[in-house]
């Protein structure tokens, strides 16, 4: 099998498992776990914020993002099609008690001036806006990078009325590789960040977030309180550590494997690529085929090769570190010839 899904079913490599073997562990909810400690520091140094946290997932992440920032009543802004709206199982209200106020970005980006009239104002009626999030690289935007030039003009708005920035960056390594810079310049213009180690990056679990030593120490709190206090979590941060310190040099090889995908793609008749491909996910839209995504996918699981359904007629492929280039191109051939079948 061909797994496209996405890039979080990338298995943990020799040296991961070696470093898991190998790891040395202590009780983290007593904050004793020296693979956990250096991770975080690895982390909060990269992300040039003062402190880090472990944490068992991108979701959790978020939510403990938004408990930490938020009371309940107010209100978040994020974009419309954002993880935190669309995938968290409505999350935020469920557990942290506040209500969304979505903004329909372009290519994943929100306006600033969209934003800046979004933040509420003094009124006994009004929510107070809570937390601003942006999303980066975005998912359902097609993996698009979200410009630094957007992020400090949104993270200027959000100083000037005293509201805290969360970048959701469960991708945030694939945004830099893109534009070619450190994760840092991107976490500058915003106060907490979330990234997964168990994307792209091909860690087997975990997500990190950062900010300041406040908001961390706050933070931990809420882990606790959510069930995510681990014992020996060095044995998941050991894995971590390769994931941020050399895996993310190679996330390269998987944005120029979805252009050469898309390239493949796009001359298949009847299929149309759907999104600018800047990072690591292409989208696909079977439409003209005459067929709905479910009945693309379940034609090319058939086939070997396995991909998600985006949408009614929609289909995404996420390239990944356990998809070689040689298996990329099998995949072509094989979406190539699936095409032909519906005609
Ligand atoms: C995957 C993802 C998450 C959540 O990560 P999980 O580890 O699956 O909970 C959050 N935000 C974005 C943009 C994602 O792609």
Redesign the pocket.
């Known amino acids: 099998m061909i797994d496209l899904r996405s890039d979080?079913v990338t298995k943990p490599t020799e040296e991961m498992r070696k470093a898991m073997y190998e790891a040395e562990v202590g009780d983290d909810v007593y904050g004793e776990d020296p693979s956990v400690l250096k991770l975080e520091e690895t982390a909060a140094d990269m992300l040039g914020k003062e402190a880090a946290l472990l944490v068992t997932?991108?979701?959790?992440?978020?939510q403990i993002a938004v408990l930490t920032h938020c009371r309940p009543s107010q209100e978040i802004i994020l974009e419309a099609e954002?993880?935190?709206f669309y995938?968290?199982s409505g999350a935020v209200s469920a557990l942290a008690g506040v209500q969304t106020r979505t903004i329909s970005g372009h290519r994943g980006a929100m306006d600033p001036h969209a934003v800046r009239d979004a933040i509420r104002g003094v009124d006994i009626h009004y929510p107070e806006t809570g937390m601003i999030s942006i999303?980066n690289?975005?998912?359902r935007a097609g993996g698009a990078v979200v410009p630094i030039e957007n992020m400090k003009s949104v993270y200027e708005i959000a100083q000037m009325h005293k509201v805290p920035v969360h970048i959701?960056g469960?991708?945030l390594f694939n945004a830099a590789e893109a534009v070619g810079v450190e994760v840092k310049e991107f976490a500058q213009y915003a106060d907490t960040v979330?990234f997964?180690l168990?994307?792209g990056l091909g860690a087997p679990v975990g997500?990190i977030i950062a900010g300041s030593a406040d908001f961390i120490r706050v933070a931990r709190k809420w882990r606790k309180r959510l069930g995510g206090g681990m014992r020996q979590a060095g044995i998941i941060a050991a894995p971590g550590l390769i994931a941020l310190t050399k895996m993310k040099d190679r996330l390269g090889e998987d944005h120029a494997n979805a252009r050469k995908l898309a390239g493949d793609i796009q001359n298949i008749k009847g299929l149309r690529v759907d999104n600018q491909v800047e990072t690591n996910i292409v989208v696909v839209d079977v439409k003209e085929l005459g067929v709905t995504s479910q009945e693309f996918v379940a034609k090319l699981y058939s086939e070997g090769v396995l991909a998600g359904g985006f949408g009614p007629t929609l289909v995404r492929f996420v390239t990944n570190y356990d998809v070689s280039t040689e298996q990329l191109n099998q995949a072509s051939k094989v979406i190539s010839r699936v095409a032909a079948s519906c005609q």
């Open positions: 979080t997932s991108g979701t959790q992440g978020n954002s993880h935190i995938y968290e999303e690289t975005h998912n959701d469960a991708r979330q997964c168990s994307k997500s």
